[in-house]
């Protein structure tokens, strides 16, 4: 009963968990594409270019029909401002009003600004998910060298045991041995946590449940090319920079505020268009010369504000303030990308130089390793330096991996800054 229990549990974690294994093109592409927090970034959009058509609204005719029907008991007195009607219908647009088309403008820079917003965390969700790929693919590497590791350590461990049973080798050599095979297998241990946790954290990011893993398919790639001077990596990243491109949205859509709050002392027209329907019974032919059934009437209504609105000046005072805020915040930023570019551009050259001492080191540790095969076939070299010696060689195999994964960061990380990361990995 216990086993049916088990195997139960173990096929409903089946079910709700799964494995994909995704190229980083794939990945890169999911992640752009179903990210939740690239998601509210397009709801943000929406909203922003929904703003605009609010805006607008005031310059759109409004047609409006009713009745004012009623019954008169002397003069026809108005209803609603209007004549009693058996059925009227009015029609009203703004043709001119300066501070609602500025306002108009503001809604379309608020609206890029959003666009802008969302590019920009394109490129850093792009870049978690290159980070956590490369993670996921690092650990899975390193664990299976590890494992290979493994097989040497033993090899070790049960040549030094036999040493010690002859007599040729003390026991504290066999404790180390032991010592060594017993922190490998805990590094194994580690090394399968870190894969599943970074895989586990690829399948979030893609928007996959918290059970689901993404693990990386083996696979060849191209490190895409990353501008091959400081200067150009620092005038490609001012330029295509999302975050400074959104912050001069910000600049003009603050001065098109203040722009609006001025342009409210002046006059406002709107087209008017109304028609009513008149009856008899409300007395009409008592007071007026004639009477006439169907009446209409198109015009224009203006209103010009005579005395300033403080609340206006006001509101063009606290948007000149953010406007100065905004400018120095850009200079700020400014200097803040290309400090950046340049750091990231030395750490691709760094990293560039650490992967060919790395690859030098792993070519010296392979000699090593055929120097000691050749002598062990003349008897001078034992096995366990042999496998101690390919122990190394494994270790510096490891360093220059590790090595090309860091630069591979780096080149993602200026790729990212200079706004290029999202077009080379898809």
Sequence with gaps: MRLLVCLFFACAWGL???VRTLTLRETVDLAVRQNPDLAMSRLDEQKGWLDVRAARDPFVPKVVVGSGAAYSNGFPMSIEGSAPTVFRAQAVGTVFDRAQTYRIAQAKENARGAQLETAARREDVALRA???FLDAERAARNLDLARKQLINLEKVAEEVALQVKEGRALEVDLKRA???LAAHRHRILSLEAEMEMAETALAVLLGFGASDRVRPAAQDRLVPLVPETEEAAVRGALETNRDLRRLHSALAARNLDAK???AERLPVVDLVAQYGLFAKYNNYEDFFNRFQR????LGVSVRVPITP????AARAAQSDIEVTRLRIEIQKTRDQISQTARRFFFEVKRAESAVEVARLDLEVAREQVSVLLARMEEG???LRQLEEARYAENEKWQVWVDSRYALERAKY????????LVAALR
């Design 380 to 382: 001078k070299v034992t």
């Design 260 to 262: 609006a709050s001025r």
């Design 309 to 312: 609105s403080q609340s206006a």
């Design 413 to 420: 990380a200026l790729l990212k800054e200079t706004g290029d």
């Design 294 to 297: 169907h009446n209409g009437q």
């Design 130 to 132: 290159a980070n956590l």
């Design 16 to 18: 709700q968990a799964e």
């Design 178 to 180: 032991r010592f060594n």
